[in-house]
């Protein structure tokens, strides 16, 4: 049977209908790109590297695409400083003193060879697996989250080129470790540096920008249906102008799902210029952004 037969019978999904179906009753509603793009991450067995803004959705996927599958999520989240040891794996160095500090308490009984004791601490007994190599060991139909993977150090690449290019890891000490069963891989990277062309030549790409407005208030009105209509168009309208601002940090799409479970709670009928300016902070993080938008909108800026 063909490698790519193989991934066929042990698809994450069947179709790209069939993914944007079962994404949408795990909460997600992806386009047809974005479906077809996951469709095809389970299918080939290949990473899929989502780049975009934040707040588009790219993590929010890779939990659909486990929720979906009734896999389980293991998260690696990056950041400048990242090592190997807490990517990757990592020895007990405290219980590997304790067994050396007892094997020597014994040598007068039982003489045991330095040789002897080496192999007996360098054991899986003594291993503390970290996500890429606990993902890799996963017998289960497993989710490899690697979050803002632009945040890690240039070294990190050369780590995740292992993993990503064989689904394997090399312990020293113990030896190669292969995947049984490849995990459904995610790198999200919200471009904050460009990463090598190795790390994408091995992954499959999808952009993720801010949805259209029709878009964005389907996923409003599926996260918060309670809204009225009239409200939530009025919420994506106001969003969609924030975000043409030149602003620090542009309003998310969770940050719109928040401002909506912001209005049901203030019971809001309207989003009027006083329902805007008193709620601004749910939306926009820093100071200036609220300062710009009281200005551009012509909001009032008392009572905020």
């Not at 939530?232 to 601002?245: I, T, Y």
């Amino acid at each position: 049977m063909s490698s790519l037969r193989q991934a066929q019978d042990s698809a994450w999904f069947t179709s790209p209908d069939d993914a944007a179906t079962r994404l949408h009753e795990a909460g997600y509603l992806a386009d047809a790109a974005t479906a077809t793009t996951a469709y095809l991450a389970g299918t080939l067995e290949k990473p899929l590297l989502i780049e975009g803004p934040a707040g588009v959705g790219k993590t929010e996927l890779a939990k659909a695409v486990a929720r979906a599958a009734g896999a389980d999520l293991v998260r690696l989240q990056c950041y400048e400083g990242l090592d190997e040891a807490r990517a990757l794996y990592e020895w007990n160095y405290k219980k590997q003193l304790l067994r050396i500090q007892a094997a020597s308490s014994m040598a007068d009984q039982s003489p045991q060879s330095w040789e002897e004791t080496h192999d007996d601490i360098f054991t899986d007994e003594f291993l503390l697996t970290r996500p890429l190599l606990t993902a890799i060991r996963r017998e289960q139909p497993t989710v490899l989250l690697v979050d803002e993977v632009d945040k890690t150090d240039v070294e990190v690449e050369g780590l995740l080129l292992e993993v990503l290019s064989d689904f394997q890891v090399t312990i020293p000490e113990l030896g190669t470790v292969s995947a049984t069963r490849r995990p459904f891989v995610v790198l999200t990277s919200n471009a904050t540096r460009e990463l090598s062309e190795a790390v994408k030549r091995r992954c499959l790409f999808l952009h993720l920008g801010y949805p259209d407005a029709e878009r964005e208030r389907q996923i409003v009105t599926s996260q918060v249906p309670a809204l009225d209509e009239k409200v939530v168009r009025q919420l994506v309208d106001v969003v969609a102008r924030l975000r043409e601002l030149e602003l620090k940090k542009a309003p998310s799409i969770a940050e719109s799902v928040d401002w909506a479970r912001t209005l049901i709670a203030l019971q809001v009928g309207t989003l009027d210029e006083e329902a805007i300016s008193s709620t601004l902070g749910v939306v926009l993080k820093h100071a200036s952004d609220q300062a710009r938008a009281v200005k551009e909108l012509g909001l009032a800026a008392s009572g905020r």
